[in-house]
């Protein structure tokens, strides 16, 4: 059975019209906006409960462990936890079970290379597999399984490059979320039989813009990968136009959680040493 998103149920403009004036009035009283806040705290709740009790106590707990000069086994162990909690939040969001979802966490390569596209990222971590469903998914950690950025439209379109099938040298994309990739000839990865893994994705990068920089410094990226077609109607490849892009996922709340939960990771790892 296929999956049916707020985004692709359709309706006719004057539901919609009906519903944003019956809200406005409600806003115009008393008992009016004790209903909206209900519906809005009930409907919040699964997702603030998660990203504050699993993913920012995860983080706060990394924190620490840096603060104390952890050694470097308990510190790999709060980022285990860290990608757990990620998908967990995520899985709530997009209301599957957090086993469907399967989050890694990745960082680049040390090295004096000054093309971008021959920059190399690997797995710092991933989200554990506790009901077996990612079977025969090959588990790649460490440095010695790196990942050319050239080679993966991921990494390429967040850095505003190319890789081997694709030009994103016009705009650095803030997200990168697919589906269908199995069907997708665009799509360019180096990781080994990927198909058989994953047909939609969605990654984000791990960044911060100072001040005096022109562009915001990338330390890694988040990922979340699903076996089927989990984020709705979005596809990169299906818009012609970065703006037009944007535009539209900006009204996704996946888009958010997802940006919120990198931009989280950019000051553990920031200070992280391999």
Not at 40 to 43: A, Q
Not at 125 to 133: A, I, L, P, Q
Not at 197 to 207: E, N, Q
């Given at each position: 059975m296929t999956q049916k998103f707020i985004e692709d149920i359709p309706s006719p403009w004057w539901i919609r019209t009906i519903l944003v004036k019956?809200?406005?009035?409600?806003?115009?009283?008393?008992?009016?906006?004790?209903?909206?806040?209900?519906i809005?705290?009930?409907?919040h709740l699964g997702?603030?409960?998660?990203?504050?009790?699993?993913?920012?106590?995860?983080?706060?707990?990394?924190?620490?462990?840096?603060?104390?000069?952890?050694?470097?086994?308990?510190?790999?162990?709060?980022?285990?936890?860290?990608?757990?909690?990620f998908r967990d939040v995520m899985a709530e969001i997009l209301e599957i079970a957090p086993k469907e979802l399967h989050c890694t966490i990745k960082i680049f390569v040390e090295n004096n290379k000054k093309d971008p596209r021959?920059?190399?990222?690997?797995?710092?971590?991933?989200?554990?597999?506790?009901?077996?469903?990612?079977?025969?998914?090959?588990?790649?950690?460490?440095?010695?399984h790196a990942h050319l950025v050239g080679e993966n439209s991921s990494f390429a379109a967040l850095l505003g490059i190319s890789d081997r099938?694709?030009?994103?040298?016009?705009?650095?994309?803030?997200?990168?979320?697919?589906?269908g990739l199995d069907k997708c000839k665009n799509y360019d990865s180096s990781g080994k039989n990927w198909d058989g893994?994953?047909?939609?994705?969605?990654?984000?990068?791990?960044?911060f813009k100072?001040?005096?920089?022109?562009?915001?410094?990338?330390?890694?990226?988040?990922?979340?990968?699903?076996?089927?077609?989990?984020?709705?109607?979005?596809?990169?490849?299906?818009?012609?136009?970065?703006?037009?892009?944007?535009?539209?996922?900006?009204?996704?709340?996946?888009?958010?959680?997802g940006g919120i939960l990198a931009d989280l990771l950019y000051p553990p790892l920031n200070v992280y040493t391999i």
């Open positions: 019956i809200f406005r009035y409600l806003r115009k009283t008393k008992w009016g906006r004790y209903v909206i806040f209900e809005k705290n009930r409907s997702f603030t409960s998660k990203i504050h009790k699993k993913a920012v106590h995860d983080l706060r707990s990394l924190a620490v462990a840096q603060m104390n000069n952890a050694s470097d086994d308990l510190i790999m162990h709060k980022f285990q936890d860290i990608a757990n909690s021959e920059y190399e990222v690997f797995t710092l971590v991933r989200s554990e597999d506790e009901e077996n469903y990612w079977h025969g998914r090959t588990l790649e950690y460490g440095s010695s099938k694709n030009d994103w040298s016009s705009n650095a994309y803030s997200c990168f979320v697919a589906n893994h994953y047909t939609s994705t969605a990654v984000f990068p791990i960044r100072f001040s005096n920089e022109p562009l915001p410094q990338i330390v890694g990226f988040v990922t979340f990968d699903a076996k089927t077609s989990v984020f709705g109607k979005y596809n990169i490849f299906s818009y012609s136009e970065p703006t037009e892009y944007h535009n539209s996922i900006n009204a996704s709340s996946f888009y958010h959680v």
